[in-house]
């Protein structure tokens, strides 16, 4: 990024799977200096397998690696000393962790009252704030999983969504905090949580709900706006999405699909007569629609101007064409294993896009950088690995 806003802030992050590395990723990738605390034998994170086996490789680029045993008085001091010159103190460990370190806000905001501290927590203040959370729990207590799954049957969404925009919103009042930082002069605690990170997407449903006398039926079983909105079979066995949320969308299907007929069908002229006919005209769609391949679909309903979509699998992601041409992947290195393209911070800034500095670093890597920076010798940085207070790779 030719203007990578964050320069010259500093972060020190304790985190740990999603939520924490997320927002601690938004800073980096934006030019913060990232400083991902880490046990001598290494964020546990690493060594995740099934769908925990990519977390530390996407959500720790750009960071450097200071690995310290926090479990001893010398550890302990030596973040002290790190948090006078640091301005970002980014943690998402369980409730009263940090504090029970002495690592937490009242503490560390003693050192250095321009501090900003962002805990990320599975609750805000109220009575289940000392709760332990995940993800996929405040999915199903947050209303999403009822309203992903069919009828009876919650389904957790297909990736760590709460995770992510929790972490999001962690980022966001962070740069609010820099921001009213620069007219006061004094930091701050920010405070961001994943079950009312659920709540605020369950947003539009509960203001739904407030207008209504029914139950709200899960999104696979709701009667759509649009009288076509739905995944299709194909002819050659695969699926494609349409949705038609226009007459002149609906008028450009019949052209491109050469429907004539419907075009002239006075019960299907406006998109709610169509939804009144469902009964009929949605099955006679589908056997119109599976007449085609799913390239053959893709084709016409581009040539048509009309949203689409193929069903694809994260595997596809890797080549396609707008994320590659878009300049949307970046080449990650994942320690011994194979590098792979990862998507970007999802954003355009000054027509340019966030690049690479670091790779998810080794454990310690950077340990014995960090410290010089405090001006420590290389006698005491030695004298620390003897003692097992510090690792350097």
Not at 231 to 258: M, P, Y
Not at 262 to 269: K, M, P, Y
Not at 318 to 339: A, H, I, P, W, Y
Request: hydrophobic share 35%; charged share 30%.
């Amino acid at each position: 990024m030719s203007s990578a806003p964050l320069k010259g802030i500093k972060v020190l992050e304790f985190t740990h799977a999603v939520m924490g590395p997320c927002a601690g990723l938004m800073l980096a990738d934006m030019g913060a200096d990232v400083v991902h605390i880490e046990p001598p034998h290494g964020d546990s994170t690493r060594r995740l397998k099934g769908f925990g086996t990519g977390y530390f490789w996407f959500y720790n680029r750009n960071k450097r690696s200071l690995a310290v045993n926090l479990k001893t008085e010398e550890g302990i001091q030596l973040i002290y000393d790190l948090v006078k010159e640091y301005d970002v103190v980014v943690e998402n460990f369980g409730p009263g962790t940090m504090d029970r370190l002495g690592l937490g806000y009242e503490k560390l905001k003693t050192f250095n009252k321009r501090l900003i501290y962002c805990s990320l927590k599975g609750f805000l203040s109220g009575p289940y704030e000392k709760r332990h959370a995940m993800d996929e729990v405040v999915q199903m207590m947050g209303g999403l999983a009822y309203m992903t799954g069919r009828e009876g049957d919650p389904l957790r969404a297909g990736t760590s969504v709460i995770d992510i925009t929790g972490g999001m919103f962690g980022y966001i009042g962070i740069l609010q905090a820099l921001y009213e930082r620069e007219k006061t002069g004094e930091g701050g605690f920010v405070k961001s949580a994943l079950f009312e990170t659920c709540a605020f997407l369950m947003g539009q449903h509960m203001a739904y709900s407030s207008q209504i006398d029914y139950q709200i039926p899960p999104m696979p079983s709701r009667v759509s706006a649009w009288s076509i909105y739905k995944v299709f079979d194909t002819k050659d066995n695969d699926k494609a999405f349409i949705g038609i949320i226009s007459e002149k969308h609906w008028e450009r299907l019949c052209d491109v699909f050469g429907w004539e007929d419907w075009a002239a069908d006075e019960r299907l002229a406006t998109n709610n007569q169509r939804i009144d006919e469902r009964d009929w005209f949605l099955p006679e769609l589908d056997a119109r629609v599976k007449q085609f391949t799913k390239a053959e679909i893709i084709e016409r309903c581009d040539k048509g101007h009309i949203p689409f979509a193929p069903i694809s699998r994260p595997e596809d992601l890797f080549e396609d064409e707008q994320l590659n041409r878009g300049n949307s992947l970046m080449e990650v290195g994942m320690g011994d294993k194979k590098s792979a393209k990862l998507p970007k911070f999802p954003l355009e800034y000054k027509g340019t896009r966030v690049e690479k500095r670091l790779d998810p670093p080794k454990i310690g890597e950077h340990t014995s950088e960090v410290l010089k920076e405090l001006n420590i010798s290389d006698e005491t940085i030695a004298k620390m690995v003897s003692e097992g207070i510090i690792k350097i790779e």
